[in-house]
């Protein structure tokens, strides 16, 4: 466990902990939520003494380990394998290790045929993937985990949530993603306010709670505010009076007893819809036998159909690197086809915000000017409208672009959208930088768009919220499904994944797992493996008893064997050599079903574990 006791953290005048104060309790899975800045990687810092608070402290036994994601690259080791079993305690032979870092390293999307590869050699999202294995490889007793789905695709985040609900040891986790932190966690805690709020339960009942005792806050300051201009009218009004001195008074030092609530600081967060351009047409765009390749013979998509209505939500879902942000730069225009054609509508209007966009943003203009410059008929009243639904209110709209974090560069972004009368949105990895309330208004805005959304995501929280068709990117293809994210996940589902029956948690388990039926799921496999491996065991011991006993026998003929050849007992010799032959024929008999049984075993253990790891 770990204890935390009244802690205060400033950065000059901003004031981030304020007398905060939680216990972590053993086995508990905390989800860490907040609007950005309200210092939740700060406290992620202090924990791991990277950072030391400015007053109050930070306790834990003895001997407890804090492992975490590290956004540090350093590696030591020549290849991946080797780099991730670094922080393992391994046995004599590290088999059983080695293979628990294998099964890690393939769930988090880093191919087998790497892990020979030099770890420097890999792109640094999946350097960051690597970190990660690490960290999860290390079995710390608390595990530190911030935004860790930010470089995972749309199947490893899959994996990741099944692997840490088999977690056993205490879990901090930062994510945007609100349905993958309940789906993983048993509590939730929030920064709110400089201080920090523990509850047993979902996101939701956290809000709720906090939302309920602010509302009566607010309603006891109305109150109280009510009463002390009343209290002030009667001094006011009789403070002149003789006979009404002592009453005065008392009500004088009755204001001067009460504590005036102060009212509450109102929380930011983005409020904006986007610019619909109208469109008379039923068509946005078609699409048909679309083929591109960076290299010959080697397509990312081949021979893709579809049409773009003008309502249409369609998400773009696959693994890393399979073509998803390309597709986009192609429908944008960026990028021309193989073979095959887009024909856009001509009164199509297209605003498009993409991840690789942050880079062509005017590092030298203010937030307000670069809005401005995004359309020609943005006035400066227009951008700094949209410069305030970002959240660069009054004199933060006249930062320059180069000052600003990743976070705020892509809210840029937004806000060029916004200004921009558009009819389809091509958004691409859009929470990426959002908070959970962000991400809220950004589906709202999405659902109120009279146009048509195509949106590359890898959070299934924002797919069940929006996505009504799916461009898939599995099996070494694209393909288009009619229908959203569930029933893709019912009908279809992603390749390589486990087997529902092994227990894995499957789309009717993404809004919530069911704890009590993955306990039950899970004593049953484990009941089915003993049943399994338990003979398997037992006629490998009977087989390894019997071996030991015949090789006393065989040893016995051999030492009578010699004998006889010493006595020249030529009867003797011819009927021990025939048991002697015999007995090691048995013997390597025996061997060569122990060696079959005992691959058997193995084989059927490591199924075992995949399917208990997925529950």
């Known amino acids: 466990m770990i204890k935390v006791s009244d802690l205060n953290k ?4 901003q004031v981030v902990f304020d007398g905060a104060s939680f216990v972590l309790s053993r086995g508990e899975r905390v989800g860490l939520v907040g609007r950005n800045g309200t210092g939740k990687t700060t406290l992620f810092k202090m924990i791991l003494k990277e950072e030391e608070p400015d007053g109050g402290c ?3 036994p003895r001997h407890y380990t804090v492992g975490h994601l590290s956004q540090h690259i350093h590696f030591t080791q020549d290849t991946v394998l080797k780099e991730g079993r670094l922080s393992l305690p391994l046995s004599e032979d590290g088999v059983d290790e080695t293979y628990r870092v294998e099964t890690i390293l393939a769930g988090l999307g880093i191919p087998e045929d790497w892990f020979g590869s030099d770890p420097r050699s890999l792109s640094g999202g999946y350097q960051i993937r690597l970190n990660l294995a690490k960290a999860l490889a290390s079995d710390p007793d608390l595990l ?17 949530k099944r692997f840490l609900c088999n977690w056993k040891n205490e879990l ?16 939730t805690m929030a920064v709110h306010r400089h201080k920090i709020r523990k509850v047993s339960g979902p996101t939701h009942k956290l809000y709720s709670q906090l939302a309920q005792e602010e509302e009566i806050y607010e309603k006891t300051r109305l109150n109280d505010e009510k009463k002390r201009k009343e209290i002030e009218v009667f001094i006011n009004r009789f403070r002149a009076q003789a006979t009404k001195a002592s009453s005065v008074q008392s009500r004088v030092k009755a204001l001067e007893r009460s504590k005036r609530l102060e009212k509450l600081e109102e929380a930011r967060t983005l409020d904006f819809e986007f610019n619909s351009a109208p469109f008379p047409g039923k068509s946005l765009m078609e699409v048909k036998d679309l083929t591109f390749g960076f290299e010959e013979g080697a397509p ?3 021979d893709l159909t579809l049409s773009v209505g003008k309502n249409d939500r369609i998400a773009i879902i696959g693994k890393n690197g399979r073509g998803k942000t390309t597709l986009l730069n192609l429908l944008a225009g960026e990028l021309a086809p193989t073979s095959g054609s887009i024909n856009p509508h001509d009164s199509m209007r297209l605003a498009y915000f993409g991840q690789t966009n942050i880079s062509r943003l005017n590092l030298k203009n203010t937030v307000e000017r670069e809005i401005m410059e995004s359309h020609p008929d943005c006035g400066r009243a227009a951008a700094r409208r949209a410069c305030g639904a970002m959240m660069f209110e009054k004199d933060n709209a006249l930062k320059k672009i180069e000052v600003l974090s990743g ?18 949105l091509l958004l691409d990895e859009p929470t990426n930088h959002l908070d959970m309330d962000s ?28 996505a009504s068709r799916l461009i898939v990117f599995d099996g070494g293809g694209a393909s288009l499904f009619e229908g959203t994210y569930r029933d893709f996940l019912e009908r279809v589902g992603w390749e390589n994944e486990a087997d529902a029956k092994a227990g894995k948690v499957r789309a009717n388990e993404v809004k919530a797992v069911n704890k009590k039926e993955l306990r039950r799921l899970r004593a049953e496999t484990v009941s089915e493996r003993n049943r399994t491996l338990g003979p398997l065991k037992a006629r490998m011991e009977g087989i390894e008893n019997a071996i030991v006993e015949m090789e006393k026998e065989a040893e016995g003929l051999s030492r009578a064997l010699l004998a006889a050849s010493e006595n020249g007992e030529a009867d003797k010799i ?17 061997f060569d079903e122990l060696e079959k049984l005992s691959a058997d075993h193995d084989r059927r253990s490591k199924e075992f574990d995949e399917r208990l790891c997925g529950l």
């Not at 530190?144 to 990741?160: A, G």
């Not at 930062?174 to 509590?187: E, K």
């Open 172 to 187: 901090m986790i930062i994510t945007h993603d609100r349905d993958f932190m309940d789906s993983v966690t048993t509590h």
């Open 439 to 466: 991400i809220d208004a950004l589906i709202e805005a999405i659902d109120a768009f009279s146009g048509a959304v195509i949106i590359v995501t890898h959070s299934e929280l924002m797919l069940d919220a929006v």
């Open 144 to 160: 530190l985990l911030d935004e860790p789905t930010n470089y995972l695709d749309i199947v490893s985040v899959r994996w990741l």
């Open 574 to 590: 011819a009927a021990l050599s025939r048991a002697y032959h015999a007995f090691r024929e048995k013997i390597d008999g025996l």
């Open 58 to 60: 930070i306790s834990a």
């Open 10 to 13: 400033s950065y000059g005048g």
């Open 300 to 302: 990312l998509i081949r």
């Open 407 to 424: 976070g705020e560069r892509s809210r840029v972004l937004l806000g060029k959208i916004l200004v921009s009368p558009a009819n389809l």
